[in-house]
């Protein structure tokens, strides 16, 4: 079992960028697919970053070209760096794992962390 805890959330204008940040504790030994989601009242839960195991990366279309995801495997952390935000981006950000070999972009996802929330003013 795999423990994620979110950071980095925050308040920031139209324009500018954020960090975010995923710390995993517990069972770290295994190569998890990773990913991050946001979640906007009165929509679904998007999945804007996938990382697999391999280490192939895929982004959602809203956010390509201005997120990127990465991993520092040493200190069991998965980043968010998030650049250009508008307030489309509002929402709360969660990190999320799941064990391969069935794992990545577009699937379920066994573990989750409690969210940092991100709100982005015009």
């Known amino acids: 079992q795999v423990r994620l805890l979110e950071s980095g959330g925050g308040s920031v204008q139209s324009g500018g960028s954020l960090t975010l940040s995923c710390q995993a504790s517990?069972?770290?030994?295994?190569?998890?697919?990773m990913a991050w989601f946001r979640q906007t009242p009165g929509k679904e839960r998007e999945e804007v970053a996938g990382?697999?195991?391999?280490?192939?990366?895929t982004y959602s279309a809203s956010v390509k070209g201005r997120f990127t995801i990465s991993q520092n495997n040493a200190k069991s952390t998965l980043y968010l760096q998030m650049n250009s935000l508008n307030p489309e981006d509002t929402g709360m950000y969660y990190c999320?794992?799941?064990?391969?070999?069935?794992?990545?972009?577009?699937?379920?996802?066994?573990?989750y962390g409690q969210g940092t929330q991100v709100t982005v003013s015009s």
């Open positions: 999320a794992a799941d064990e391969p070999p069935i794992c990545g972009f577009g699937l379920s996802y066994e573990y």
């Open positions: 517990g069972n770290t030994n295994k190569n998890y697919c």
């Open positions: 990382m697999t195991s391999g280490g192939s990366i």
